[in-house]
């Protein structure tokens, strides 16, 4: 049918254009939202991200959820159902932001899933960890969802919309799952000698994967880092280092208040430099860890993969079902 | 009331308690394993929902003089258990951090059955004599519609697609019904619990769970397997499911049972 | 026929009988049943509603680039707006009357007059 409308200029930009007027965009404070216009580095750059970031959700509820069942009281049973359905529903918000963001190559989730069969999506090197007792489950909650945090605050002014969006609900959820930590780990720490001796080893175990958890300081120290063009782009605002050491001053003196010791000799805030000095964790078993080669990384995956493939008559079934 | 009444009234207590603490502990191990994301997140509420209406009867429980109810939920012994068998079978072979092999049709024709049972014993529950656990019945009542619209769609929409889904929905109401016998019954205490109107007659709600499911089943084509007991786990007689499974669900309360967690 | 089980929905919900109807997220689901059971625990787990709506994405219209076109227009249209008889206040001063504003006129609700 003819469209009069054409008489209208179409919205014609040249890439330079495009480029140009989106940078401005990024500089004034805009939103980027899912249908704009955005060049393809800041696209990949946006699905790279938060595909790990939304993968290491559902993969992290596999180390927690080993402590649902085991939780020592009806209530605490409660609050880590609760918690790790949290994660799964992070895992869902941020898979829905880079789902939007892969159409255009016309990848879907089934497509995120076989990435992480494949090896080629990475997860947090923490989710690869073992749980072993009730205080991981506890510092985990504490800990680790504290330096997720410090990363997720760090980017709620992303100037992608639907990534910021997502992540002010994530971060709203994070402030339960912090205090269920605390709670846990309060319980220990006033608790029996057994028990604090728990926390105490548990805190031993965790140390040098919460100080991973940040990533490594610049790409020298692993050959790859993405946190300059995130920055550039206003995904983020502070480096991994910055986060880091703000890790360490928001949860250094609540960890030694509670009578833990960190296992680093080393650490200490130099007055001087304002930075807080600490022994560098592995940072090749690092590499080794995301890639696959940590000490539960297997059998999560094919968790995982079990899971996935034992109920793939399910989503077969019901595709057939009228939508 | 006298010594009798008050165990007549303990032993259903600790059946409706029981039941909804195994069936949640079931739903709970689906976490993270679900089909797809969205119903991870959506069924893990109801399994949550479910662990809070076990938590208020053995509240019931602790206020009637049986102990703390953290402690009758995580001590005893499987013997000691009131929960039907239905409740307390795996969702599948394997652990459930290794390599578990869980069955969705189970889990929904499973999750279905009970609702329905739970449903029609709850609103038998709400004119019980004993005010405390009639209270408590209003309450959890709330609870159910969002239960029973789940499972049911899930039911309905599994058997209207494919033909491997209804083979394998066909085989899971057939494991159902094997283990469903004792799921209205009262164990030995029955008569007493009817004669003190703690809720109506076995009788009465078995019939009811037929005449709620049976139109269902009808328009889906299906016919409903017998309903066999082969246990009784209202008298204490259970499978080896249960012990792994209170195994794991004391192995950290057990290992101080006077220490707060 | 639908030949997949990821169809994208968007969810609406109500927080108050008040309110309006707000976006929440998207999720996927493979038909408008499902999608209705997934809704509220995966938005509004926390938070009261009292209604929901769930919309296939592919029925929603939107705009296109080119199209949002239609939402510009001129700044002439203050014969629209009370800033267009803003002269009012000073007429009705000279009467000794007070003019009814917006200010005044919303505060009636319920009938209430002063």
Known sequence: MYDATQLFEPVQLTEEEKLARFKERIEQGEKIEADDWMPAFYRDTLIKLISMHGISEIMGALPEKEWVPKAPSLRRKLGIMAKVQDEMGHGQLLLRVVEDLMKPYGKTRGDLMDDLFTGRLKFHNVFHMPTRSWADAGMIGWLVDGAAIITQTNMLGASYGPYARALQRICAEEVFHAQHGESIIMALAEGTSEQRAMIQESLDEWWESLLMFFGPASKETTGTSKQDVTIAYKIRTKTNEELRQNFFTKYVPRIRSLGLVIPDPTLRFDEETGQWEYAQPDWTKFKTIIQGGGPRSKERLDLRRTSYENNAWVRDALAETKA | MTEQERTALASLLYQLADDDFLYAYRGSEWLGLAPHIEEDVASSSIAQDSMGHAAMYYQLLEELGEGNADALAHVRLAHERKNSILVERVNGPGYYMEKPEYDWAFAVVRNYCYTVAKKIRIDALKSSSYEPLATAAVKINMELYYHLLHWQTWFTQLYQSTETARQKMDAALEKVLYDFGDMFDYGEHGQLIEEMRLIEGQGILLDRWYQTITPLLVELNVTLPEMQMTRNGRDGDHTEDLNDALATLGEVYLIDQTATW | ?114
């Open chain 3, 1 to 114: 026929m639908n030949e997949t089980f990821y169809h994208e929905f968007e969810v609406f919900s109500k927080r108050t009988p008040n309110a309006a109807f707000t976006h929440q997220f998207s999720l996927l689901a493979p038909n408008k049943e499902m999608a209705l059971l997934m809704a509220q625990e995966n938005f509004m787990r926390r938070e009261p509603v009292v209604d929901i709506w769930v919309v296939k994405r592919e029925d929603i219209r939107g705009l296109s680039p080119d199209e949002k076109q239609m939402l510009q227009r001129l700044d002439n249209k203050d014969y629209r707006t009370t800033k267009g008889y803003g002269y009012l206040k000073k007429k009705w001063r000279h009467y000794e009357q007070q003019m009814l504003d917006e200010k005044e006129i919303m505060s009636w609700q319920g009938g209430d007059s002063k």
